[in-house]
C-alpha cells in the first residue's frame, strides 16, 4: 500500500508565492518518477511539473520560470514552489508518482488527494 500525502495549498494574492509539498509512503521499492498536475473547474487535468530519479525535468509553457520542482530522494518527497502565482493557476493540484512497489514487484501510478490553490484579491 501507497500513499501520497499533499500540503501547502490555499488562499493567495496574485503575484505571491506557494509551495506544494508531496510525502510518499508506504511499500516503496523505487520511485521513477514524481510531479504535479492540476485541475480547474471545467477543464481537464494537466500536466504542471515532472521529474524523474535521474533527474530530468519538464514543465507546462504556461508555468515555465514561475514553478520549481524538486525532490527529497531521501524522504521521497516532491516539492512545486510557485512563484508570480496568476488568477489563471487557480486549481486543485494532484501529486503524481510512478512507483515500484515490494510486493508485488510491480510499477504503479498513484495519485495524491489534491490540494486546492485560489489565487484571488
Known amino acids: 500500500q501507497v500513499q501520497l500525502v499533499e500540503s501547502g495549498g490555499g488562499l493567495v494574492q496574485p503575484g505571491g508565492s506557494l509551495r506544494l509539498s508531496c510525502a510518499a509512503s508506504?511499500?516503496?521499492?523505487?520511485?521513477?518518477?514524481m510531479g504535479w498536475y492540476r485541475q480547474a473547474p471545467d477543464k481537464q487535468r494537466e500536466l504542471v511539473a515532472g521529474?524523474?530519479?535521474?533527474?530530468?525535468?519538464k514543465y507546462a509553457d504556461s508555468v515555465k520560470g514561475r514553478f520549481s520542482i524538486s525532490r527529497d530522494n531521501a524522504k521521497n518527497t516532491v516539492y512545486l514552489q510557485m512563484n508570480s502565482l496568476k488568477p489563471e493557476d487557480t486549481a486543485v493540484y494532484y501529486c503524481?508518482?510512478?512507483?515500484?512497489?515490494?510486493?508485488?514487484?510491480?510499477?504503479?501510478?498513484?495519485w495524491g488527494q489534491g490540494t486546492q490553490v485560489i489565487v484571488s484579491s
Open positions: 521529474e524523474t530519479s535521474g533527474g530530468d525535468t
Open positions: 508506504g511499500s516503496i521499492f523505487s520511485i521513477y518518477a
Open positions: 503524481h508518482a510512478v512507483i515500484t512497489t515490494v510486493q508485488p514487484m510491480d510499477e504503479y501510478d498513484y
